[in-house]
């Protein structure tokens, strides 16, 4: 019985993906009002939800990106953004900007948190709120743009929306090692076309508009292509975190974090990316925290079998010697394998199932587990999403 099913199971997928082999046409789009229409201004967004699910049937997935919850149907992110992009050709000016608006279970995980001020607390239950994480200006001027206001992080490989990962869940690295959002400015330079130069200010990490914790961060790095099948971003954040007095446990003391994001494309089909995180946080107001340093190397691989059927791999190890990044005490070793599928039956429309195995080392003396409520070490977690972009 199971070998049959085995095989019904393996045949339907191959049947699946031989029906999909033909290209997608066109999505679909919002229709666009004549009056933004004229002023180049662009209304869109998507739709996301899903279900994940660990081997115990807990409610709670432990540390697994933002699908810790796993009671049942989520919805994620319905998402609405209103955009004009600057484009000035290398040549005289241009002003633009962006708002994005969230509701869903990811919502309440990307407000700003860092102060509690802001969109923070926009909740209407335990697991649903809205944010609003993008609010900008952006002026350009020949090759230089330069957005003013609160924006998502350029930092890291992952993202916060949907459409722009291949897994449905997150690495550690993006959730638990790098920022959400900034609030400040940040300009871009395209010194040529192979070399972007960014720099700016933000007042830390996740902060609102009033920085009530007090940070001041630089926030820069390069985008290099190095070749036509190589890329490489490099981003540092650094400064003072905070002062740790916007609420008890609150960021505080100095930053320094290092980012680098290597992406290789094999060949037509085969794209290896590499991520290398380093963080210290030092000076950390005593009575908050306590100084910490974290590390990550991401790998990624990814094979296109056609328009339709993608598959991706994911290996991670994040290490977080002082317990406070991930799980507050639990000093160790976290480690990630995660393989998956993105199937597009309609060029509106992604379908992300995957499957994942966690396990954590523990340093010696440590007495915590981050999975099944505090019991084990290690979980086996999945499930599926489906995007509905328009």
Not at 63 to 86: C, H, M, S, Y
Not at 226 to 249: H, N
Not at 271 to 287: A, C, I, K, P, W
Request: hydrophobic letters at 35%; one cysteine or more; a negative charge.
């Amino acid at each position: 019985m199971r070998t049959a099913t085995l095989m019904t199971v393996g045949g339907l997928l191959g049947c699946l993906i031989a029906s999909s082999a033909l290209a997608l046409d066109d999505p679909w789009t919002l229709p666009q009002p004549e009056g933004l229409k004229a002023r180049d201004i662009t209304i869109g967004g998507w739709l996301s939800g899903g279900i994940y699910g660990n081997q115990y049937g807990e409610p709670n997935n432990g540390p697994v990106g933002l699908r810790n919850v796993g009671d049942g149907f989520t919805a994620d992110q319905l998402w609405i953004f209103g955009e004009r992009k600057t484009d000035t050709k290398g040549c005289g000016w241009d002003i633009g900007g962006r708002i994005d608006y969230l509701f869903g279970a990811d919502g309440p995980d990307t407000q700003a948190f860092g102060d509690r001020t802001w969109d923070y607390g926009w909740n209407t239950s335990r697991d649903y709120g809205s944010a609003i994480p993008q609010m900008y200006a952006e002026i350009a001027c020949n090759d230089l743009k330069i957005k003013l206001g609160r924006f998502y992080t350029p930092i890291g490989y992952e993202v916060v929306q949907a459409t722009g990962n291949f897994f449905y869940s997150h690495s550690y690295s993006h959730t638990f090692g790098e920022p959400f959002t900034h609030t400040g400015a940040l300009a871009d330079y395209a010194y040529n076309e192979k070399v972007h130069v960014l720099g700016g200010w933000t007042n830390g990490w996740d902060e609102g508009w009033e920085g009530k914790d007090g940070g001041s961060t630089f926030l820069g790095g390069l985008a290099l292509t190095l070749s036509e099948k190589a890329t490489l971003g490099w981003y540092v954040s650094a400064g003072k975190l905070g002062d740790g007095t916007a609420f008890v446990g609150a960021a505080s003391g100095d930053l320094y974090y290092n980012c680098f994001v290597f992406t290789y494309k094999l060949n037509e089909k085969w794209t290896y990316v590499f991520e290398h995180d380093l963080g210290s946080n030092y000076n950390v107001n005593q009575r908050t925290g306590v100084d910490n340093q974290w590390y990550e190397l991401n790998n990624y691989l990814f094979y296109k079998i056609n328009d339709c059927w993608s598959f991706g791999g994911r290996f991670e190890w994040f290490q977080d010697p002082q317990g406070v990044r991930v799980a507050a005490g639990e000093r160790g070793n976290y480690y990630c394998i995660t393989g998956g599928f993105n199937y597009k039956p309609h060029s509106n429309i992604t379908i992300r199932p995957e499957l994942r195995y966690d396990w954590f080392d523990a340093f010696a003396g440590n007495v915590g587990q981050p999975f099944n409520n505090g019991a084990s070490s290690t979980q086996i977690s999945g499930g599926f999403d489906m995007i509905f972009t328009y």
